[in-house]
């Protein structure tokens, strides 16, 4: 059914402030992870694999439960790698442990992307954590392999429309993917820590060649060590995806809007707010120097 959010009247902007800024200390402190990538982009999954499991056709799944914090979620597939996003978080809610892990999965991923110089996240906390027996079950995370007409399909589970299913995928600028985690590996030498619109400028400038990797899996490898899933070469094979591919690239701006609303939408899916709940905007770091 419908999670309500209920938001706890005793703390304020103020107090997630300190929570935001803890994990952004932490993330600017621990720089050397994943050849120097850092946290930021593992933060960005764990919020987006938390909130993936949402499906509108029976109002289950979602960031609301906290459910990431039990095994049999973070143990699914899908999520390899997202123990050390758990790990990164867990002094963070061991120090404000008044949070419920639903708010802390999704203000991560909140951190994550406006550290990373990305755009405004308007965030709303509220989530209340459920029983281990409310965990959905594994595989309703998307297939790397999936055409335009696959990740059409899976993100309509959430009611997204073409715009949001592309602007949200243009989260693929940060981080790399790993063969030890999902089968696919790359980009080299090119992952990166900061939040732009790259991703669709190398969708549709780089020469791309479709190759089977290491693990036997095939991908799209550009010569300058870059690397497009099949499902996010996917948004190059829909003309409708291809104009909006086109638009991103070539206004960053037009992508950082589309990008903050879609991210919104997903982080709280099958969440109802209250009316008269306005939502917070954090201050980068950098900002309260
Ligand atoms: C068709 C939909 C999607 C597919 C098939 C997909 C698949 C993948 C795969 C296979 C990886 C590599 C994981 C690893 O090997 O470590 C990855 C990484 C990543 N994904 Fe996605 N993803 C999708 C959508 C999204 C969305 C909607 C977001 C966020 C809004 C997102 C954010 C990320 C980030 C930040 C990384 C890098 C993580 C790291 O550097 O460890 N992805 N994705
Ligand atoms: C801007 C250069 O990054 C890329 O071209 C790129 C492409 N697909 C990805 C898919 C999953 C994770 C990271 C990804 C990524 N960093």
Redesign the pocket.
Known sequence: GLNVAIPNKSKSIKDYQNVYNDIAEKIREEDEF?NY?GYG??L??IA?HSS?TFDKNNMTGGSFGGTMRFKKEINDPSN??LKQADEFLAPIYKKHSWISHGDLYTLAGVTAVQEAQGPKIPWRPGRVDQPENTTPENGRL???T?DSSY?RN?FGRFGFNDTEIVA??G??C??????E??G?EGPWGA?SNVFSNEFFVNLLNENWKLQKNAAGNEQYDSPKGYMM?P?DFALRQDNKFLKLVKAYANDQDLFFNDFAKA?VK?LESGIHFPADQKPFIFKTLDEQE
């Open positions: 994943d990538i982009p593992i960005v999954r987006w993936g390899a790698g998307p297939d790397a999936g990740v899976y949200l995928i989260a693929h940060l981080g790399k993917t790993h063969l985690n999902s696919f992952a899933l499902a991210y997903l």
